[in-house]
């Protein structure tokens, strides 16, 4: 017989690794874009699970894509290949600039792939001298020992002995920065088409353009981690569509699967002919499951209403930001694009963000932080407009108690 836990969050404190420290509400079920707790209090989901839940919670579509797969077939290991792995990828490749796909089940495994790619590619066609990464500050790439060095916090990367090596940084939007350090021995650029944990900033468009450039002066690939930004978030299937800038690979994970695991890297044919048979793999990449979820997914995504409906949402919940700030100045900007928006604290509460996030938690609405002074919303891209009405109310009443605290 099975033993009866009772789950509470002292739990966690006891049997899990203590690298998370969440929140003491524990949900137990959701529907599109609210999200009940165990003693059924309802929040209103502006977190998206950090932009995963694409199409909020147990999307009548994914439900039938999971349910219909998992009568059929869950797992085969890349001895052989499946059908819904195969569909996704054409999918992938129909719709974007890239021609070959390879799957991984998470953002940093699809950018592991992307570098390790880059850096073999560079060995082969220019010779073992081409190995600088050019990444920037603020930059998020994951957490594998590669991509977190890649990343521009070296807070996150320091503390686990030699880091891999040949490693760079300049400053987004700036291109003199890239300029200074860019040669014929770098490999590649690695940049996020919109900072997402740097805090929600936007490239100009001379500065994508200008990185782009200085790739092709000194043979370097462009790699775009679209990881947060993919799938819609910004209101086009990929973002770099709206910048008019196009990668050399592009790696996409957090929102492909709605919320079941997987991430895949693009590129073109004659960059990926040199990861050649056993140069790098995956047990579960490509996982059936994860594919037919991410199929019904990329579908439900990729089409004029959803993305169209994208930049509407933008707009009121922008509207309704600056209209909750008209009254009490707490924002000096809203910024961000799509449904991936940051709300910046003033001066009078910086590094306050996490505060604001367990006020607004109080009142039944989930948000998200981008470092200690912005808040940051990631919603599900078909949120009903009346939840994000209910859910600026909620926050408003979080501003209020702050505010007056
Ligand atoms: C979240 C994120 C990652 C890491 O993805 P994981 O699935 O957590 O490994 C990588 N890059 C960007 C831009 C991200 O936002």
Redesign the pocket.
């Known amino acids: 017989m099975t033993e009866q836990i009772s789950v509470n969050r002292e739990l966690f404190d006891q049997v899990m690794v203590p690298n998370y420290s969440p929140s003491a509400v524990i949900p137990v079920r959701g529907k599109g874009s609210r999200v009940w707790d165990q003693d059924n209090i309802e929040y209103i989901d502006f977190a998206g699970g950090?932009?995963v839940n694409c199409l909020g919670h147990c999307h009548p579509a994914l439900v039938n894509a999971l349910t219909t797969q998992g009568q059929k077939l869950w797992h085969l290991s890349n001895v052989m290949t499946n059908e819904p792995a195969l569909r996704l990828a054409k999918k992938l490749v129909d719709a974007t600039f890239a021609e070959k796909v390879y799957f991984a089940?998470?953002?940093?495994?699809?950018?592991e792939a992307a570098l390790k790619l880059a850096r073999r590619w560079a060995l082969e066609v220019h010779g073992s001298d081409k190995t600088q990464i050019i990444a920037f500050k603020q930059?998020?790439?994951?957490?594998?020992f590669f991509?977190v060095s890649v990343g521009g916090q070296a807070a996150y990367s320091d503390g686990f002995g030699p880091k891999p090596g040949d490693i760079v940084h300049a400053e987004y939007n700036n291109l003199d920065s890239v300029k200074a350090l860019i040669s014929d021995k770098t490999c590649a650029i690695v940049m996020?088409p919109l900072?997402?944990?740097g805090g929600i900033i936007a490239p100009t468009q001379e500065f994508a353009d200008g990185v782009r450039e200085l790739c092709n002066q000194h043979n370097a690939l462009l790699i775009f981690?679209?990881?947060?930004?993919g799938v819609g978030r910004l209101g086009e299937l990929y973002a770099y569509m709206g910048l008019n800038v196009t990668p050399d690979i592009l790696?996409t994970?957090?929102a492909l699967g709605g919320g079941f695991?997987i991430?895949a890297m693009l590129t073109t044919t004659a960059i990926a002919s040199h990861l050649k048979i056993g140069t790098h793999g995956s047990t579960y990449g490509g996982n059936p499951l994860a594919c037919a979820v991410a199929e019904a997914a990329f579908d439900t995504v990729n089409n004029n209403t959803t993305l169209a409906g994208v930049k509407a949402k933008e707009q009121l919940f922008k509207d309704g930001l600056n209209k909750i700030n008209a009254k009490y100045n707490v924002f000096k900007e809203i910024r961000g694009q799509g449904l991936l928006i940051g709300a910046v604290l003033v001066d009078e509460y910086q590094g306050k963000a996490k505060e604001f996030l367990n006020a607004a938690m109080a009142e039944g609405l989930m948000s998200l932080v981008a470092g200690a002074s912005i808040i940051r919303f990631a919603p599900s891209l078909v949120i009903p407009d009346e939840d994000i009405a209910e859910g600026l109310n909620r926050f408003e009443k979080a501003i209020v108690k702050i505010v007056n605290a």
Do not use: C, L, M
């Open positions: 950090i932009a089940n998470s953002g940093a495994e699809s950018n930059g998020f790439h994951g957490r594998t991509t996020e900072q997402g944990e981690d679209e990881v947060q930004t790696t994970a957090k695991p991430g």
